[in-house]
């Protein structure tokens, strides 16, 4: 395979992540002729799972080693880094130094009522994300940690966990945020903004929370493959029950994503054909205190709203 | 005589923050400290919780090995309703929790480990037609060349150690270092068809299983283990042996207590039996397990203390955090606490979890013909016997024998499945009730404990997790934990480049955000 067949084989991959909108295959000859073009990232964990890791690493739109190799420098990734212990305090120290260009990704909340809940290097993660967010020309919270809290401030939390654009009004830091929630974060998502940011200087448009219109725009509701049956009022009474899903606790109405469209993995599945209720994972109420079955829910959805 | 300190912070290609510190003399370590650098406290917080929720909020501990905390959580729950889940419910929760500890197996190896024993600066000289391979080689060389303040990151900078130089066993890892990327979004399809999504599978529910398994969805299942099968009895198998060949050494390096504690996992299709049997191997000797003998104390680790140092599950139901001045004041102490993970025990013991342990105590308990005829097979060919499996090398192999046997297990189970037949039986919350579930991680002994209050709510929980086994600090007796006390004894060639230690460490597959939760 010569270099210009193996970037037309890119090429597709870039028309079936959507991005063919502002990347054309000139774009991207050129990009090939000119390595300096490719974006540096430099990611962290917070307080994480490492969930959102393991899913960008399922992309199939764009191979790993593309990103890797033609779109972006990935200067430090916690799981994927051969540099250990102090290459990597030397690493980020240099780049936060540099003056280089380079984008901030950020999964996992940051405790700040408890600084001594997350440390690298012997250092609160608050030193780091002040660090490297402020030196960074735009950041992107991945995950529903870093953009709304999720698991790492649900009701019950010491730690004090806040998203990453909550952390950056407090310490001063201006520059833009983009918000890709999801637990975890769809690789979809982030290789979309990425592709955008490399090629167009900028994120693409947003809503107030600092959310991709693109992917976040209408509720899981909206497309879901029951808007009929909730439309007459056909509702499932457990699982494995015909119907709308509202009544099993669905939290699709309160959720802003794109699932419906693109589902997981590949849209092997989506969590509502697989029989389960919406848990909205992607949103600013997730995770509840009841999720499931309780109709009584004072947080859930009910039958008249 | 030279004594040092070395401190590894952060520790990278492992789940979540890891610091460790040796101190060693002459080029032998001496001591050692292992610090897991995170907490959240998700465990005390869903008291007042929904008792269902727990299985979407704990799986949520770790985004490597969500699936077992799902199985675990749902599994407490069964126990505390007394139910018995179906015949479809078990094989499909087989079916998508086994896919994941495939997933787990190649991601541990590839992305995580072989590049500690391959060089992978040998693709410059690959002289081969495979495009991936020839992408990686034009960059790599431009890379170099680039003059770029970190050329050919994430790949450089690394410890400068003795890598492999038999260049066609590099170049071969290499190659499936990159095929496993897709192979492993393959095997986390796998879990999506049954399991909704991956990570964090949703459809794992108390009941069994969501979704309706249709014949559309086990055919495209079987395609993907078909795909999943050829690389890991290819390619996975010959890498991890190749790798063993070529570091023969690691099998007497990285050697724990040697006690070895395992959960029973991959249930029958009727409920009886499992692949890997549960069980307690101490001095040698294997027992059946005894849950009732574990305890946890956490002497030195960040939290209040508590009168009574070894604490059964659920009978702490608030863990108070140290507040930062508290905590800056024990970092200032010698001797003091150094770690948020707690150091849990089997009858006092501290115990090493995980595929030696999965593997060992199923060899020892003579319950899986299968699995004891594949450890004969490598032990004949390596030279080896059962008791080197205790070592940096027998961990990896380990996971190669746990994953051919699962992959065994999935290919017979997906045939026992009955199409369109619902896997999943529906009860109301247990009240005022308590449960016990036990899986397999793929890095060890997962067990979930749930107490129901008169409203079903959670009333305490408790999870302890494989990780919290093998990093666990001293205990109020003083003795280092199971992979602390792997590092005592090991000659390390540059302390500016520990490779053996980071070796040893990335053998126990560390998942520091489950070990603290």
């Given at each position: 395979m010569n270099r210009r067949e193996a970037l037309k084989t890119i090429w597709l991959a870039i028309v079936a992540a959507g991005a063919s909108s502002f990347l054309s295959f000139e774009d991207l000859l050129a990009a090939d002729a000119n390595p300096d073009k490719r974006i540096n990232l430099v990611w962290l964990h917070a307080s994480s799972c490492s969930g959102c890791s393991c899913s960008f690493l399922n992309?199939?739109?764009?191979s790993v080693l593309d990103i890797l190799?033609?779109?972006?420098?990935?200067?430090?990734?916690?799981?994927?880094?051969?540099a250990t212990g102090d290459q990597v305090t030397e690493i980020l120290d240099k780049v936060s130094a540099s003056g280089m260009p380079y984008l901030f990704v950020l999964e996992g909340g940051i405790p700040t009522a408890m600084p001594h809940a997350c440390l690298m290097a012997d250092q609160p993660i608050t030193y780091w994300v002040e660090k490297l967010g402020s030196k960074a020309i735009a950041s992107v919270g991945i995950g529903t940690c870093a953009v709304f809290g999720g698991v790492t401030n649900?009701?019950?939390?010491?730690?004090?966990s806040i998203p990453l654009d909550a952390f950056y009004a407090r310490k001063g830091i201006t520059q833009a945020v983009i918000n890709l929630p999801n637990c975890p974060l769809k690789p979809e998502h982030l290789v979309y903004t990425l592709l955008h940011y490399a090629y167009k200087g900028s994120f693409p448009s947003t809503d107030s929370k600092g959310r991709p219109l693109k992917f976040?725009?209408?509720?899981v509701h909206e497309h879901c493959i029951f808007y009929a049956d909730f439309q007459e009022k056909h509702?499932?009474?457990?699982?494995?029950?015909?119907?709308?899903l509202l009544k099993l606790g669905c939290q699709g109405p309160l959720t802003r994503n794109d699932c419906l469209i693109i589902g997981h993995n590949g849209n092997t599945n989506i969590c509502i054909r697989a029989g389960h209720p919406c848990?909205?994972?992607?949103?600013?109420?997730?995770?509840?205190?009841v999720m499931f079955?309780?109709?009584?829910?004072?947080q859930g959805v009910s039958e008249d709203s | 005589m030279e004594a040092r300190r070395v401190v590894v912070d952060?520790?990278?290609?492992?789940?979540g923050h890891l610091r460790f510190e040796t101190r060693m003399e002459d080029g032998i370590v001496v001591d050692s400290k292992c610090s897991g650098?995170?907490?959240?406290?998700i465990e005390k917080a869903l008291?007042?919780?929904?008792?269902?929720?727990a299985q979407q909020i704990t799986?949520?501990?770790?985004?490597?090995?969500?699936y077992a905390h799902a199985d675990a959580a749902a599994r407490a729950l069964e126990s505390a309703m007394g139910l018995q889940i179906n015949e479809n419910g078990r094989l499909l929760r087989n079916l998508t929790v086994g896919a994941y500890h495939l997933y787990d197996y190649l991601l541990h190896f590839y992305?995580?480990?072989?590049l500690d024993f391959i060089d992978?600066?040998?693709?410059?000289s690959y002289q081969g037609r495979d495009a991936g391979m020839l992408q990686l080689k034009d960059w790599i060389g431009q890379e170099l060349n680039?003059?770029?303040?970190?050329?050919a990151s994430p790949f450089l900078p690394r410890y400068q150690a003795a890598y492999s130089d038999d260049r066609e066993l590099n170049l071969t890892v290499i190659q499936n270092y990159l095929g496993a990327l897709p192979m492993m979004s393959t095997l986390h399809k796998m879990v999506a068809i049954?399991?909704?999504?991956?990570?964090?599978?949703?459809?794992?529910e108390a009941g069994g299983v969501t979704t309706m398994p249709t014949i559309e969805r086990l055919a495209r299942y079987r395609q993907w283990l078909g795909q999943a099968g050829q690389f890991i009895r290819n390619n996975f198998q010959n890498d991890v042996l190749g790798v063993a060949k070529a570091f023969p050494g690691y099998f007497k390096e990285?050697?724990?207590?040697?006690n070895l504690l395992s959960y029973p996992w991959l249930i029958d299709r009727n409920g009886k039996d499992h692949s890997f049997t549960g069980g307690a191997t101490i001095n040698g000797q294997y027992a059946a397990l005894d849950i009732g003998k574990i305890t946890e104390d956490?002497?030195?680790?960040y939290y209040t203390a508590k009168p009574d140092k070894t604490i059964k599950p659920l009978q702490l139901n608030n863990l108070h955090p140290l507040g930062y001045e508290e905590y800056l004041s024990e970092k200032k102490k010698e001797g003091g606490k150094y770690t948020w993970t707690r150091a849990p025990r089997y009858g006092n013991e501290i115990m090493e979890v995980g595929p030696v342990a999965r593997v060992v105590n199923t060899y020892f308990a003579k319950s899986n013909p299968a699995l004891t005829q594949r450890v004969d097979k490598y032990n004949n060919a390596l030279g080896l016997?059962?008791?080197?499996?205790?070592?940096v090398m027998g961990r990896h192999l380990s996971r190669l024998v746990s994953a051919l046997v699962t992959l065994e297990k999935l290919e017979e189970q997906l045939e026992q499945v009955v199409p369109e037949e619902s896997g999943f039986i529906e009860r109301s919350l247990p009240r005022n009730a308590s449960g016990v579930g036990l899986t397999e991680a793929t890095r060890g002994a997962l067990a979930h404990w749930i107490e129901t209050d008169d409203k079903g709510l959670i009333k305490n929980y408790e999870m302890i997790v494989p990780t919290t086994w093998n990093m666990s600090p001293r205990d109020a007796s003083g003795r280092p934990g199971a992979v602390e006390k792997m590092l005592i004894g090991t000659r390390v060639a540059d302390a500016d480049n520990p490779m053996e230690l980071a070796r040893i460490i990335r053998s126990t597959d560390p998942c520091m955000a489950c070990s603290v939760h």
């Open positions: 992309i199939e739109d764009v190799t033609k779109f972006a420098n990935l200067i430090f990734h916690p799981d994927l880094s051969l649900m009701k019950g939390m010491e730690t004090g976040f725009d209408r509720t509702y499932a009474r457990y699982i494995g029950d015909a119907g709308c848990i909205g994972c992607a949103s600013e109420h997730f995770p509840r205190r079955h309780i109709a009584s829910d004072p | 952060p520790m990278t290609r492992i789940e650098d995170m907490y959240r406290g008291i007042g919780y929904d008792a269902r929720t799986q949520r501990v770790c985004g490597v090995c969500p992305a995580l480990c072989a992978v600066t040998a693709i410059t680039s003059g770029k303040v970190f050329p049954f399991g909704a999504k991956a990570p964090h599978p949703v459809a794992i990285g050697r724990g207590y040697g956490h002497t030195y680790a016997t059962i008791h080197d499996y205790n070592s």
